[in-house]
Nanobody, 125 residues
Framework: QVHLVESGGGSVQAGGSLRLSCAAA????????LGWFRQAPGKEREGVAA????????YYADSVKGRFTISQDNAKNTVYLQMNSLKPEDTAMYYC??????????????????WGQGTQVTVSS
């Protein structure tokens, strides 16, 4: 059974940084995708960044390119999202997600089978 647990959210001022962590217990798929999504009140859930566990390829939404970095620690089965130069529009609940055997698009929530409980990120101006 796959169990994802996020941590590291919080409140920061614009321009600040946060690092989110996602501990992926029981996730044994190779060359599959782990991603970060976010959802602000009244908005759809959107893909922020993703990493493929095999080759380490990474993908980012245009809105976060150059500011966010996704990385993995295979020994700890943990994925990180380093968020720098945060903006008020980054405020949202952030979710870690993992794809199952069928794979899919890195940015489509429907293509992810496992989800964490979410961690809140609030950026004030």
């Amino acid at each position: 059974q796959v169990h994802l647990v996020e941590s590291g959210g919080g409140s920061v001022q614009a321009g600040g940084s946060l690092r989110l962590s996602c501990a992926a217990a029981g996730y044994t798929y190779s060359s599959k995708c782990l991603g970060w999504f976010r959802q602000a009140p009244g908005k759809e859930r959107e893909g922020v960044a993703a990493i493929y566990t095999g080759g380490g390829s990474t993908y980012y939404a245009d809105s976060v390119k150059g500011r966010f970095t996704i990385s993995q620690d295979n020994a700890k089965n943990t994925v990180y999202l380093q968020m720098n130069s945060l903006k008020p529009e980054d405020t949202a609940m952030y979710y870690c997600a993992a794809q199952g055997w069928h794979g899919g698009s890195w940015y489509a929530p429907a293509d992810f089978d496992y989800w964490g409980q979410g961690t809140q990120v609030t950026v004030s101006s």
